[in-house]
Every structure is written in C-alpha cells, then in structure tokens.
Nanobody
Framework: QVLLVESGGGLVQAGDSLRLSCAAS????????MGWFRQAPGKEREFVAAITWGGRTYYQDSAKGRFIIISRDNAKNTVYLQMNSLKPEDTAIYYCALNPQGLIEPMRVPLEYDYWGQGTQVTVSS
C-alpha cells in the first residue's frame, strides 16, 4: 500500500505563489512516476504536471510560461509543485498521484495513476 499526503495549499491573492508538497510512504517501488492534478467545483479532474524518477517533466499546455514547476526529492520521497503568478481560475483541489512503474512517457490521464492523495485546497482571490 502507498500513502500520499499533500500539503501547502491555502488562500492567497492573485499574483501570489504557493509551493505544494506531496510526501509518499509505504510500499514504494523504485523509479515511480508522480503527477499533479487539480479539480475545480463542477469540473473534471485535469492534469497539471508530471515528473519521472529521473526528473523528466511534463506540463499542461496552459501551465507553460506561468512559472509552474514540478520537482522531486527522491531521497525524501517527496514531489513539489511550485506555482507562481496564481490566478483565480487556479482555484481547485490539487491532488498528487503515483504510478509505480518506471515509465518516462507523459501520462496526463487520471486512470494512468494507481495511487492518490486526499488533496489540498488552493483558493486564489482576485
């Protein structure tokens, strides 16, 4: 069993920054793949960013150029999502997810992930 715990969400103003963290524990296979998704009220869960064990990154197209950076510390089994220049439309619950396979291709679909955290709320006021 794998446990994912997100933290770092909160209420911020437009233009502010946040760094979300996701700590993984339990039966962690080597070279696991991590992703961040978000879900706004009344909308489907959507892909934000993903990172392979080796650090290759993938982003949602709308995230590019907005200084959203995914990173990981394999020694700490933790993945991060740095979000800058936040907008009210970024308001959502942010989830981290894990795929235990050592894949390197982009995985942007929730069904491709086996484990999920409980989510952390990000609210951006205008």
């Amino acid at each position: 069993q794998v446990l994912l715990v997100e933290s770092g969400g909160g209420l911020v103003q437009a233009g502010d920054s946040l760094r979300l963290s996701c700590a993984a524990s339990g039966r962690l296979f080597s070279r696991y793949y991590m992703g961040w998704f978000r879900q706004a009220p009344g909308k489907e869960r959507e892909f934000v960013a993903a990172i392979t064990w080796g650090g290759r990154t993938y982003y949602q197209d709308s995230a590019k150029g907005r200084f959203i950076i995914i990173s990981r510390d394999n020694a700490k089994n933790t993945v991060y999502l740095q979000m800058n220049s936040l907008k009210p439309e970024d308001t959502a619950i942010y989830y981290c997810a894990l795929n235990p396979q050592g894949l390197i291709e982009p995985m942007r679909v929730p069904l491709e992930y086996d484990y999920w955290g409980q989510g952390t709320q990000v609210t951006v006021s205008s």
